[in-house]
């Protein structure tokens, strides 16, 4: 049936909502360990500016992206394994890069939200006002 | 069957009257029974009202949408009220956490972040704070009006001095800045304000260096007039950041040069001041040298910053903006609009439900007069929606008796109101290419007002509504222009192709952007 030209409609695959993208980040921040949180946060909070202006540069290259990467290792922020992992993933046609850092980007600063939200959430409650009264 | 029941008749209501039971009302019945049969009936007529009511429902998911925006923006308002610490990802991730964790999302606001990737830095600051002061405003026209620099004017002694006041999102909210250079006559204030920074005075004396002979009138524009009380004449200043202040010798005091070009001040790193990155772009003067910071050029940076988050703002509501103006369109090109379409189409309402129909023949139509009298009800409709849409058409009653009168309607001409939802259709598609092209230029935000005045030059609006024209009024066009070689032909293809790389008209080819 799929490939029947004759098909009024060809079957379309359905179009995710792009609330789903902020749910699976909420998951997975869910998912974090509470010790954890401060690195993931401190780590996301680094590298989602530098991600966001790569990916506002209509002219990206290739070469930008490594060698921002070379630069997030260099001052310790990045292990070094994850900035192989990202150029790795990197699209080869030079024309996606810019796309794929834009999804990358939402992503890290939806994830940078997502983490504070949850570091907020776990830290010990301040005395409330009748409570110090009492 | 219960024995209860005979006939058809409920034989135990007489038994129940009096209790206290509330008896059905058999007129209420057939009412609503009527009613029901009336609404199943108009959907059968009229498909289309069932679009209309999901049309209603979207723009109250709309409105929804918008009221959480706005509260997200309300939240974030205290990022802006340290104009001294500039808003970055860091600080803007940490107010949105909070308001996530206080159960307000916040993703569509994250989403329109990730729609514009910018680093940390001057123009993220300067975006946000705009985008903050646009979006905690409930009302459209104050949305606006937050960044938008104000009209006004105050009072300097014997004169009005026009002026301009920074509006919420700007780096110097509140801050007044002269129109046109200052203009000031007889004893002036301590300092004299010209829009690009201020001319010391003492006593009413200027301190400055006076250009010492008359101007022509081309250089007085770039010149600033202080009234000099002793010689009866004024004197003229560069219109440039702080004056010079010169000693006796005609050295430079302060670090100015006592001639020609003046560099603005240096701003220091955490200093108040306007942040590099709605300095003015460098404009050459009309000597050949080149200024840094020509008199309102520092406004000039701010505006263009301001205007770009607004067109930004317009371009992330595209969609919602853009499909009440086409529905308009498809409606208008089969209603009778005009002197008389509406008791024309109230007949026809009429027609449709009575014997009367055999008359129908009477009445001019190539469709049917239902499907004629449909498409009045939508123009109406959707007409009405641009009009509310309109500035000033949610405010008040009058404000959007004024919208409708500015917008299409159905109560002009059918041509006239095809034509102007159609150029309506063809700016508001304008726009959107033209806000597209700008991102994809790369350019600093400061830049956005010049692009944008080059830009819209090189465009010919008529190409943006190109696939609305019928065939003849596309061959009229083109034989218009005088041939495939002329300039005229020329600029309206290149706008034809600009409007389908940014996808706001469909490739006649078919093939996919």
């Known amino acids: 049936m799929a490939n029947n030209p004759l098909a009024s409609r060809k079957p379309v695959a359905p179009q995710q909502h792009p609330g789903m993208m902020h749910a699976r980040i909420w998951q997975q921040v869910q998912q974090t360990p509470p010790d954890d949180l401060a690195q993931k946060t401190a780590q996301t909070g680094f590298v989602t500016p530098i991600l966001g202006a790569l990916a506002g540069d209509p002219n990206v290259t290739r070469k930008d992206v490594i060698k921002a990467a070379a630069d997030a290792v260099g001052s310790g922020k990045v292990p070094a394994t994850q900035a192989v992992a990202f150029i790795s993933q990197m699209p080869t046609d030079p024309t996606k890069i810019q796309a794929w850092l834009k999804g990358l980007y939402g992503a890290n600063f939806s994830a940078l939200v997502h983490l504070k939200a949850a570091a907020m959430r776990q830290a010990p409650a301040q005395p409330q006002m009748n409570e110090v009264q009492q | 069957m219960s024995g209860a029941m005979t006939g058809g008749v409920d034989a135990s209501i007489p038994l129940q009257a009096g209790k206290g039971v509330q008896q059905p009302n058999p007129l209420q019945q057939i009412g609503q029974f009527a009613q029901t049969a009336n609404a199943l009936n108009d959907l059968k007529l009229f498909p289309l009202r069932q679009q209309q009511v999901q049309q209603q429902v979207q723009g109250g998911q709309l409105g929804l949408t918008n009221a959480t925006n706005a509260a997200v923006y309300q939240g974030l308002l205290p990022l802006t009220l340290d104009k001294n610490k500039p808003i970055t990802h860091d600080s803007l991730s940490t107010w949105l956490a909070n308001l996530e964790s206080a159960g307000i999302p916040t993703h569509n606001i994250v989403n329109m972040l990730a729609n514009s990737p910018q680093g940390d830095g001057p123009e993220f600051d300067a975006i946000w704070r705009g985008r903050i002061a646009a979006g905690s405003q409930t009302d459209a026209a104050q949305a606006l009006g937050a960044v938008t620099p104000h009209a006004g004017s105050v009072d300097v002694g014997p004169a009005i001095q026009p002026t301009l006041t920074a509006p919420a999102g700007a780096t110097n909210p509140g801050a007044v800045t002269p129109v046109g250079g200052a203009f000031v006559k007889g004893v002036g204030p301590q300092y004299v304000n010209t829009g690009g920074g201020n001319v010391p005075t003492n006593n009413g004396q200027p301190t400055g260096v006076a250009i010492p002979n008359e101007p022509s009138p081309a250089d007085r524009n770039q010149l600033v007039q202080v009234w000099n009380p002793q010689k009866k004449a004024f004197d003229y200043y560069p219109r440039v950041g702080v004056a010079p202040m010169v000693n006796g010798a005609g050295q430079s005091v302060n670090g100015l040069p006592a001639s020609g070009r003046i560099q603005p001040p240096a701003v220091q790193p955490g200093a108040s001041g306007p942040s590099p990155d709605v300095q003015a772009p ?232």
């Open chain 2, 282 to 513: 460098a404009t050459p003067l009309a000597g050949g040298a080149a200024a840094t910071s020509p008199l309102g050029s520092q406004q000039e940076a701010e505006a263009a910053v301001q205007h770009l988050g607004a067109a930004r703002e317009r371009a992330n509501n595209y969609q919602s903006a853009i499909f009440p103006i086409e529905g308009a369109l498809t409606s208008l090109e089969g209603a009778d609009t005009g002197k008389g379409g509406e008791v024309l189409n109230g007949i026809r309402s009429y027609l449709g439900d009575t014997p009367l129909k055999l008359f129908n023949f009477m009445l001019p139509s190539s469709l049917s007069d239902q499907q004629r009298r449909q498409a009045f009800d939508e123009a109406q409709k959707y007409t009405t929606g641009m009009a509310i849409g309109g500035p000033g058409g949610a405010r008040s009653d009058a404000g959007n008796a004024a919208s409708i009168a500015a917008n299409p309607n159905v109560h002009i001409s059918n041509a006239a109101a095809l034509a102007v939802t159609k150029s309506i259709l063809a700016q508001r598609r304008m726009d959107q290419t033209g806000t597209l092209a700008f991102n994809n230029s790369g350019l600093p935000a400061n830049q956005y007002d010049r692009f944008m005045n080059t830009w819209q030059t090189q465009q010919d609006p008529r190409a943006f509504a190109i696939d609305k024209m019928t065939p003849e009024d596309r061959a009229a066009l083109v034989k218009s222009f005088g041939g495939p070689k002329t300039a005229a032909y020329q600029k309206f293809k290149a706008s034809v192709q600009s409007a389908i790389n940014a996808g706001v008209i469909p490739n006649p080819s078919g093939a996919a952007q």
